[in-house]
């Protein structure tokens, strides 16, 4: 089954531990990226990768870190996360560009307290 | 000015009817449009794409692109309760490999 696979989906954390939220595409899509929602701001992305080694910065990048070492593979890490991180995050990833359908992961909703 | 607008409503409908959907975006040189729709808890999934200026069509669901007015529309026909979601309006803006969502607009259908 073509799927986006996010890990863990909850996840509550403290100030400046930091943390690693996995992401995994299995259809061979060079084009991933990370969201976070927030209520009455939407959808932000934060990083995006248009295929291996090769990331650029969302809206959002800062206190985040990214990397793209294996093409179905796209970890978003919070090196030292802060309250104002807690969020729900989405992966995404499209075949090509931004400008083709995205499938998103299930989402990883996390709390720092 | 958000790159990105939509009203969040809610906006309400009774089962049956036409629901529309706005979206207005500030980048004239857009080329690509969606419409996700997404369900309380779960995570976007595309409903329509669209690139030319006109209308298109797929089943009950109409996207609609006026690029010289910059919006987007989504026309909902026979309106179902489970058509009741978050409708998310995304653009490719041009020259970019950014995905720029709006806030959504909540759609109650009520029977």
């Known amino acids: 089954e073509a799927q986006v696979t996010q890990n863990p989906r909850y996840l509550i954390t403290v100030t400046g531990k930091k943390l690693t939220v996995t992401c995994s595409q299995n259809m061979n899509h060079e084009y991933m990226s990370w969201y976070r929602q927030d209520p009455g701001l939407g959808l932000r992305q934060i990083y995006y990768?248009?295929?291996?080694?090769?990331?650029d910065k969302g809206d959002v990048p800062e206190g985040y870190k990214v990397s793209r070492k294996e093409k179905r593979n796209f970890p978003l890490i919070l090196e030292s996360p802060s309250p104002n991180q807690t969020s729900l995050y989405f992966c995404a990833s499209s075949f090509a560009r931004a400008d083709t359908e995205a499938f998103f992961g299930q989402g990883t909703r996390l709390t720092v307290v | 000015q958000k790159e990105v607008e939509q009203n969040s409503g809610p906006l309400s409908v009774p089962e049956g009817a036409i629901a529309s959907l706005n979206c207005t975006y500030s980048?004239?040189?857009?080329?690509?449009f969606f419409w996700y729709r997404q369900y309380s808890g779960k995570s976007p999934e595309l409903i329509m794409f669209i690139y030319s200026n006109g209308d298109k069509e797929d089943g009950r669901f109409t996207a609609q692109l006026n690029k010289a007015s910059q919006y987007v529309s989504l026309l909902i026909r026979d309106s179902q309760p489970s058509d009741s979601a978050t409708y998310l309006c995304a653009v490719n803006m041009e020259n970019t490999d950014k995905l720029i969502f709006g806030t959504g607009t909540r759609l109650q259908v009520f029977p």
């Open positions: 980048d004239r040189g857009s080329q690509s």
């Open positions: 990768s248009m295929n291996v080694e090769v990331t």
